[in-house]
């Protein structure tokens, strides 16, 4: 990677001169490798992978540039991308991170960002969650959008890669049941960070909860706090803030396993192992309910 190229770029972008004083590694993340840009007073933050992968970090951008336009929670404000030397790379804001306390802030400005809704689900571009496309194509109904363009097409690709056949037919058992989890309740079209597990949140070094590394599209918002709960949850703190704002519906304890079947799906399409028993268990759970 030419370092001055991407300086020059960044300039570019910005208006303002950037003479780069220094770069580091910042070591990689689970998907791409990333390095600070230090120089002019100021940082920037790059993300490097293959160049067949910008699209991937263009959807990143106009995600965060999504997001940032809802003016509820801090951002990294992506600067420019394009390909180098045979790589992909993705120009964002550095911020420093290191602050404490800042989960209660950040349930409430979560709240905020979902009450950005649009009158139908998706959004207007495919994105990834982790190196998996995800595919967003505007639906009126969020059963149906939920049905083929999330559950349907993670458990096709779990097919493709060996789950057993056990959890399939779950599956399919689920996606003609699951319209009962929704009786009650009809979500709206919220923004969605899309991939907000605990990886995925910091607070800065002044206090500030900042969201990255997002998988953008108007959905569920149950969708996002099933999410936070997967790998360990946010803390009692942000749960309190974000139903004071926005009290979350009764049946979300139920909806959240099936929510996050969808990651668990993903994660057993990433990375195999032991993900494919934890979805057949979490089929199992939902299915039990069900019935
Ligand atoms: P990946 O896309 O590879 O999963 P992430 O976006 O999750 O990478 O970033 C990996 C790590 O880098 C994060 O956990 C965070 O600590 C740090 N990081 C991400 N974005 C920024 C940023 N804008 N400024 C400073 N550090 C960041």
């Avoid at 509820?72 to 045979?86: E, L, M, N, Q």
């Avoid at 960002?113 to 495919?126: A, P, V």
């Avoid at 096709?156 to 689920?174: K, P, Y």
């Avoid at 108007?218 to 942000?238: K, N, P, V, W």
């Amino acid at each position: 990677m030419n370092w001055n190229r991407i300086a020059q770029q960044i300039a570019a972008s910005t208006g303002e001169p950037f003479a780069l004083e220094r770069d580091s590694s910042a070591g990689g993340g689970c998907i791409n490798s990333a390095h600070r840009l230090y120089g002019s007073g100021r940082s920037y933050f790059v993300k490097l992978n293959s160049d067949d992968l910008l699209d991937m970090f263009i959807a990143e951008a106009e995600g965060l540039q999504e997001m940032a336009a809802a003016h509820a929670i801090r951002v990294p404000v992506p600067v420019c991308y394009g390909t180098d030397s045979g790589q992909a790379y993705l120009v964002i804001e550095n911020i420093e991170f290191g602050g404490r306390d800042g989960v209660a802030a950040l349930g409430e400005q979560l709240a905020a960002l979902h009450r950005c809704t649009k009158d139908r689900f998706g959004w207007h571009r495919n994105n990834t969650i982790g190196a998996t496309p995800q595919i967003n194509d505007w639906n009126d109904s969020w059963l149906e959008f939920w049905r083929a363009q999330r559950l349907g097409y993670q458990l096709e690709l779990a097919g493709r890669r060996g789950i057993g056949s056990a959890v399939l037919r779950q599956g399919e058992q689920l996606m003609d049941a699951m319209d009962m989890l929704f009786a009650d309740y009809q979500p709206e079209a919220s923004l969605l960070h899309g991939d907000l597990w605990s990886g995925n949140y910091a607070i800065s070094a002044d206090g500030e909860p900042v969201i990255f590394d997002p998988a953008v599209y108007y959905g569920d918002r149950e969708a996002d706090i099933a999410m936070t709960e997967l790998f360990g949850g946010f803390g009692r703190s942000f749960y309190a803030t974000y139903n004071n704002a926005w009290p979350l519906d009764v049946g979300y304890k139920v909806r959240k396993h099936f929510y996050n079947l969808y990651h668990v799906l993903n994660h057993f399409n990433l990375f195999g192992g032991g993900y494919g028993s934890q979805a057949q268990g979490m089929l199992e759970r939902i299915l039990g309910e069900l019935r």
